[in-house]
C-alpha cells in the first residue's frame, strides 16, 4: 500500500510550526494597528471644511494671537470656534467678492450657522477643560502642534488616553510658563529638557 | 456477603467474586474494530441522525435568543434589581460543574491508577470541553455589553487601563479559560494513539488523510509510549489542582461577596464536591444511552455504572454535609441575617426550590447505597437526571434566593425567569448535544489503546502459568 503522506510533507509540517508563529506575530501587528495606526486615530487627516480656513495664513502671515477667534480658551472647557460675526470682522470688507469666501457671507446673511467639522472630537464620556490646562502652564502646540503651520487643520497627536496619561504622571517635560503658552515655536528648557 | 455458590454471571470474576471492568472475550483486535468501526463506518444510523437534528433545533434557538440578547440587551431576561444575576450564572456554574467530572475521571483516577476510568475517559473529557463551551459563553453574553469583554484580558490598550485582579469575576476569566485551554490539550493528546489507529484502518483517502493529519505521525515506538506516558501524568498532576482551583474560583464569586447566604468560607470545597457530583450525574446520563445505542455494554460495564454510583454516593454526602454546615452555621453565627436568609430559603416565597433542592441532592440520591439499585441501569439513568436537575436548583438556591431577599427589606424583590432565560439555557443544551454527536460520529469516543492495556493479553506472564480469562 502506498504512503499516505510522501516526503513533501515533512517540510510542510515544519513550515506549519514556522507558519504558526508568522500568524501569532500577524495578529499582534494587526490588533496593535487596529488601535495606534493614524488611519484609527486620525492623526494627519485633513477633514473636509465647508471654508478650507488656513491657520498658517492667519496665525504665520497674519499674526493673529490664538485667542482672537478661540476667545473663551482661558476662561472655560470649550475653547470655542469663533462666530460668523469675528469672520466678518475684516471680511466684510476683504476679499468681498472671493468664492471662497461665499459660506461664510451666505451664514452672515441668512444666520445659519457655518457647519464646521470638528477635528479634535473626543468621545463625550470625556470631561476636558482647556482652561486649566492654559491656566497651568500648557501651551496650544503641546497638545495641538504647529497649527501654525497648518494650511488646514488636523489632529497633531492621539488623543487617546494613554496619551493623556502619560503627561499627567510627567508633566515637568510639557509645562511652560505662562508667558509662553500661545507662542507656537517654544521649545523652552525644563528640568527634563535641559538646554 | 460471599457466596459458596460457583458464579455464572460472566460479568463477575470468577476469582474475586468482583465485577469486572471489561466483559471477557475480548482481544487487541476486537477492541479495534469494534470501536473504530463506529467512526469509520460510511452508514451513519438514523439514531445519530435523528439526534443530531433535534440538538441542531436546540444551537438554532441558542443562536436566536442570543442574537435578540444582542440587539435588545440583557433587559430581555428576568434580571433587574435586585436580582441582578440568574440564570445566565446559575446556567454557567452549572455547565462549569458537569464539566469537572471529566477532568476528575481523566485526570485524578489517573494518578490513582483506577484502570476502570479507561473505558470512560475520552468521553468524559469531550463532556468536559463541550460543557465548558456553554459555560464559557455566560460570562460574555451576562454583560450588558459584551463586544467589549477583551477588556477582561490584561492587553497593552491604548487606554492604559489593565483589569481589576482582586475581583474573582476576573479570576473566573483567567480559570475558566486555562481549564478550557489545559483539557482541549489533554483531551487530544490522550487521542493521539486512538487517531493513527484510525488512520491506519481508515479505508477512504480522505479519512486516511484527515486522521493522518491529526494524528501527528504516531508510529506507537518505545520513545513514544515512554513520552506520552509521562506527559499524560505530567497533565494528570496539572489538572488535578486546576479542576479544584476552578470551581473554587467559580465559589469565590459567591463567597467574596458579603451578601448573607454567599458570604461562607465552605463554598470552595462543597462547590467542588457538587462539581463533581452533577459531573458524574451527567457522564451517567451520556454513557448509559450511549452504550445502549452502540452495544457498548461489554466495554462501558455495570462496573462502571456502579463505581459512578458510589462517586456520586460520596460527592453527594459531602455536598449533603455543605447544606447541614450551612444551616447550622446560619444558627450557630447568631447573625439575624443568617437566620433569616437560611428561613427565606426554606419557608420564603421561593421555598419551594430549597426542597426540590433536598429532594433531587439528598433525600433520592440516598437509594445509590443499595447495590441493587446502582446495578440498574435504568434507575441509574433515572437518578442522574434526578441529580442534574438537583444540581440546577442549588445553584438556583444559592444565587437567587439569596438575592430576593437580602439586607434592606425596601431591596427585597423577586424573579420569575421569561422564555429567553429559558431558551437560553435549553438552547446550550442543544450546542452540548449537537458537539457530542459530532464527537461521537467522527473521534474515537472510547480509548482504543487503553483498553487494550486492560486486555489479559497485554500483560506479561511467567511462561508455565496459564493466561487468566478475564479481563482487569
Redesign the interface.
Known amino acids: 500500500m502506498a504512503q499516505?503522506?510522501d516526503r513533501s510533507s515533512n517540510a510542510l509540517?515544519r513550515m506549519s510550526l514556522v507558519l504558526t508563529g508568522l500568524i501569532v506575530i500577524a495578529l499582534g501587528v494587526t490588533l496593535d494597528q487596529l488601535?495606534?495606526s493614524p488611519w484609527v486615530t486620525r492623526q494627519g487627516q485633513r477633514a473636509d471644511q465647508p471654508v478650507p480656513f488656513s491657520h498658517k495664513h492667519h496665525v504665520q502671515g497674519l499674526g493673529i494671537q490664538c485667542q482672537y477667534c478661540h476667545t473663551s480658551v482661558e476662561k472655560s472647557s470649550y475653547a470655542g470656534i469663533p462666530p460668523t460675526r469675528t469672520c466678518m470682522n475684516c471680511h466684510a470688507q476683504i476679499w468681498t467678492n472671493a468664492e471662497l469666501l461665499e459660506p461664510v457671507r451666505n451664514s452672515w446673511a441668512t444666520g445659519q450657522s457655518i457647519v464646521w467639522t470638528k477635528v479634535h472630537d473626543l468621545p463625550d464620556f470625556v470631561y476636558f477643560s482647556h482652561e486649566i490646562h492654559v491656566n497651568k502652564g500648557m501651551g496650544c502646540s503641546t497638545c495641538h502642534g504647529r497649527v501654525d503651520e497648518m494650511p488646514i487643520m488636523y489632529q497633531q497627536n492621539?488623543l487617546?488616553?494613554?496619551w493623556c496619561?502619560n503627561c499627567h504622571r510627567h508633566p515637568a517635560a510639557n509645562i511652560r510658563p505662562t508667558s509662553e503658552i500661545y507662542n507656537m515655536a517654544w521649545t523652552g528648557p525644563s528640568e527634563l529638557k535641559p538646554e | 456477603m460471599a457466596t459458596k455458590e460457583p458464579i455464572n454471571d460472566p460479568m463477575l470474576d470468577p476469582i474475586t467474586g468482583e465485577l469486572r471492568v471489561i466483559a471477557p472475550g475480548h482481544t487487541f483486535k476486537s477492541v479495534t474494530e469494534k470501536l473504530s468501526g463506529i467512526v469509520l463506518t460510511s452508514h451513519t444510523p438514523l439514531g445519530w441522525w435523528g439526534g443530531f437534528l433535534l440538538a441542531g433545533g436546540g444551537v438554532t434557538l441558542l443562536t436566536v435568543a442570543v442574537t435578540w440578547l444582542f440587539l435588545r440587551g440583557t433587559g430581555i431576561w428576568a434580571i433587574t434589581q435586585p436580582v441582578a444575576w440568574g440564570f445566565a450564572i446559575i446556567n454557567f456554574v452549572w455547565w462549569i460543574g458537569i464539566g469537572h467530572a471529566g477532568t476528575l475521571i481523566s485526570a485524578i483516577l489517573l494518578l490513582f491508577k483506577q484502570s476502570w476510568r479507561n473505558s470512560i475517559n475520552r468521553f468524559a473529557e469531550a463532556m468536559t470541553i463541550f460543557a465548558v463551551v456553554c459555560a464559557g459563553m455566560f460570562p460574555l453574553i451576562h454583560t450588558g455589553r459584551p463586544w467589549l469583554g477583551y477588556w477582561l484580558f490584561p492587553l497593552p490598550f491604548t487606554m492604559d487601563v489593565w483589569p481589576q485582579f482582586r475581583s474573582p469575576l476576573l479570576w473566573d476569566v483567567f480559570a475558566v479559560s486555562t481549564y478550557a485551554t489545559i483539557s482541549v490539550v489533554f483531551w487530544y493528546i490522550g487521542m493521539v494513539p486512538d487517531l493513527a489507529t484510525l488512520r491506519d484502518n481508515a479505508k477512504s483517502k480522505f479519512g486516511q488523510f484527515f486522521y493522518g493529519v491529526i494524528a501527528l505521525g504516531w508510529r506507537g515506538s518505545v520513545r513514544h509510549w515512554v513520552r506520552y506516558e509521562t506527559a499524560s501524568l505530567l497533565l494528570s498532576g496539572l489538572s488535578t489542582p486546576l479542576v479544584l482551583s476552578v470551581h473554587t474560583v467559580i465559589s469565590f464569586d459567591f463567597a467574596v461577596a458579603l451578601l448573607p447566604g454567599w458570604h461562607t468560607t465552605i463554598f470552595p470545597p462543597y462547590f467542588v464536591a457538587g462539581a463533581v457530583y452533577s459531573g458524574f450525574a451527567m457522564v451517567l446520563t451520556l454513557a448509559i444511552p450511549i452504550r445502549k445505542f452502540y452495544h457498548l455494554e461489554d466495554i462501558v460495564t455495570i462496573r462502571h455504572i456502579d463505581n459512578m454510583g458510589k462517586v456520586m454516593l460520596v460527592t453527594g454526602g459531602i455536598v449533603a454535609y455543605g447544606y447541614g454546615m450551612e444551616v447550622f452555621m446560619a444558627w450557630y453565627s447568631a447573625s439575624h441575617w443568617e437566620y433569616f436568609m437560611m428561613w427565606n430559603r426554606m419557608f420564603g416565597p421561593m421555598g419551594w426550590s430549597y426542597w426540590v433542592l433536598i429532594t433531587c441532592n439528598i433525600a433520592l440520591p440516598q437509594l445509590m447505597w443499595l447495590r441493587k439499585f446502582r446495578t440498574n441501569v435504568a434507575l441509574m439513568f433515572i437518578m442522574s437526571f434526578i441529580v442534574n436537575t438537583g444540581m440546577w436548583f442549588e445553584r438556583f438556591v444559592i444565587i437567587v434566593t439569596s438575592l430576593t431577599r437580602d439586607y434592606l427589606p425596601s431591596s427585597w424583590g423577586t424573579y420569575n425567569a421569561t422564555r429567553w432565560d429559558y431558551a437560553t439555557f435549553i438552547g446550550t443544551l442543544g450546542l452540548f448535544t449537537f458537539l457530542f454527536f459530532l464527537f461521537i460520529r467522527f473521534l474515537p469516543m472510547i480509548p482504543m489503546s487503553e483498553l487494550r492495556i486492560l486486555l489479559p493479553q497485554a500483560k506479561i506472564h511467567p511462561k508455565d502459568e496459564p493466561l487468566p480469562e478475564a479481563g482487569d
Do not use: D, G, V
Open positions: 499516505i503522506f509540517a488601535q495606534r492621539t487617546q488616553m494613554e496619561l
